[in-house]
């Protein structure tokens, strides 16, 4: 083994044991001829410490290691000394006294540092995506995912489920996305698709009789790269036969109480809650909302149906929406200049505009158009926003799906702008009874909202 123990693995309990770590330079300091050199792996942080009394060959390296070169550093474990020691660091009260330092790499000057506070944008870590992934932050996210999959599967193993690892080239079948198509070599004119799910192939297992099958399993969708769309992910995969509804809840609630424990140290509560798809559009404007806080969307159609208002008249002649949300006390938190802010926010969520009304002390709506209103269709709106004086209010009107959009985009921006809920805390929900299909804009058809094997309510 080119090493014996990893950068963060020593403690006090190694001393005077003759080592050898591996890893990347994280820091070089020359401190009086005396130099110290913090090494670096995935497993933590070591200090190289190589004096005067060094070999001159060994000492010649120390000096011309660079930020990101590989060293393989051998030594023995000594402790530091007193007022030196890094509280911040698992190996702080050690060091390794260095005999031997051999330059595995060589590195040209990094485009960043990987442990600078100050990062790049995501252009330059993408480009130096390696460099990215030395990262703490990205390297804990990767060890944290690979955790979660380790409970899950070990979960399913534990039913008796079996992983099936599914081929990845297959015939199209009708889901919720655009297939990637691959041509073929031999078969001039065919294609084959990359699998947006492993519905067939889990649907073949069941009819052979594997009544229970699990997959860590990689999908693709050519879909366009919005905020909450990935062209390649990663979804956990379940298929059962001879089950109902409750028993395919029952295993995936014991597997979510499970990890919140194991990860967050978090306990929930069984059996989890359930909204319905249409009530989750309704109240937050998105089939996978954050229900940690409230700002919930009302909707003001009825309110706003008499209205002359001409944003409010032609959204409901058409068959549209007038739905707003109402933020308690913020009236005087929001400037001007912070509701453009918000205004543009609702234009790039596919909105015309927004509508932002602030109720002042007289108990009356000041705005842009406040005047346009009208006494009884402001008074509707209050009693519907059950608004007070100091509250402010964000109206959409738009198609049913444009006012999600852009309620939904606001409600998450102002949940987390406000501090309306704890970062650490969780609440986790159901979301049922899913449409079959969805409406294609752009083709003009109906396509299965996820795929047609979805079996409808009798």
């Known amino acids: 083994m080119l090493r014996t123990h990893t950068c963060g693995e020593l403690r006090p309990n190694h001393l005077e044991e003759n080592v050898t770590l591996c890893g ?42 660079r930020s990101e070169w590989v060293l393989s550093a051998t030594g023995r474990v000594g402790r530091r000394p007193e007022g030196t020691t890094n509280p911040k660091l698992l190996t702080g009260e050690i060091e390794v006294v260095c005999s031997n330092l051999e330059i595995l790499n060589e590195a040209d000057t990094p485009a960043f540092q990987p442990g600078a506070k100050e990062l790049p944008g995501e252009e330059v870590r993408l480009k130096n995506r390696w460099l990215d992934l030395r990262r703490t932050d990205m390297q804990n996210n990767l060890l944290l995912r690979s955790r979660i999959v380790k409970i899950m599967r070990d979960h399913f193993d534990e039913l008796g489920f079996i992983d099936v690892e599914t081929p990845m080239l297959g015939r199209s079948t009708p889901e919720g996305a655009r297939d990637y198509l691959v041509p073929s070599r031999l078969d001039h004119g065919a294609f084959f698709a990359l699998p947006q799910s492993p519905q067939l192939y ?42 109902d509804a409750n028993d395919v809840t029952s295993v995936i609630e014991d597997l979510v109480v499970k990890t919140a424990k194991k990860i967050l140290d978090v306990d929930i509560s069984l059996p989890l809650p359930q909204l319905t798809w249409a009530e989750c559009m309704d109240r937050y404007g998105h089939d996978a909302p954050d229900l940690r806080f409230g700002l919930e969307i009302i909707d003001l159609t009825e309110d706003t149906k008499e209205s002359d208002f001409r944003v409010f008249k032609g959204a409901v002649e058409s068959g549209g929406k007038v739905r707003g949300i109402l933020v308690s006390g913020a009236a005087e938190k929001f400037s001007r200049k912070d509701l453009d802010v918000l205004t543009a926010m609702a234009v790039d969520a596919g909105a015309k505009g927004l509508v932002w009304l602030k109720l002042d002390a007289s108990g009356s709506w000041t705005g842009p158009v406040a005047k346009n209103l009208g006494s009884v269709v402001a008074e509707n709106i209050r009693t519907s926003l059950d608004a007070k004086p100091g509250d402010l209010a964000l109206i959409s009107a738009d198609s049913f799906d444009v006012t999600c959009k852009t309620l939904h985009t606001l409600r998450k921006h102002l949940g987390k702008k406000l501090n309306m809920y704890d970062e650490s805390s969780m609440h986790v929900s159901w979301v049922v009874d899913f449409p079959m299909f969805a409406h294609d804009e752009e083709s003009g058809n109906w396509a299965a909202m996820h795929h047609p094997f979805t079996a409808p309510h009798p």
């Not at 999908?219 to 036969?241: G, I, K, N, W």
């Open 24 to 65: 990347w330079v994280d820091r070089v300091r020359d401190h009086k001829g005396v130099i110290f050199i913090d090494l670096r792996d995935r497993w933590g942080k070591a200090q190289i410490v190589i004096g005067p009394d060094a070999p001159p060959d060994v000492m010649e390296r120390a000096r011309a290691a």
């Open 202 to 243: 889990k649907q073949l297992l069941m009819i052979a009789g594997f009544d229970r099958y699990v997959q860590v399993a990689k999908c693709f969708r050519d879909e366009d790269l919005r905020a909450d769309r990935q062209p390649e992910f990663t979804q956990l995969d379940v298929e059962m036969s001879f089950v």
